[in-house]
């Protein structure tokens, strides 16, 4: 089952058949956060959008199995996968660090 609900925004948030929350913008499918609850979901999607913002933003391309794969604009070739969005981006960021 499929529940749409829409925020502030143009945030829209749509309940998975997995029972989680997924929050997206429209026209950046890289924007999407996930909670328990639509606030949880919101504040991840906000927290995605200010990293993708960033002067040195990760680049950020689905995976063929259904994940995520973030690529630093730091350094180029240092790559990270997460489930989500916001846990490849902090991959990446764990594994910035380890490159230098």
Known sequence: MVVAMKSGRGVRVVRQDDGKLAARLPGRPECVGYGTTDVEAIAELFAVRTELEGHDA???????????????????????????????????????????
């Open 58 to 100: 990760p680049r950020l391309r689905p995976a063929d199995d259904g994940g995520w794969w973030a690529e630093s604009a730091r350094h180029p070739g240092c790559t990270a996968r997460g489930e989500t969005p916001a846990e490849a981006i902090a991959a990446v960021r764990r594994m910035e660090e380890r490159w230098r």
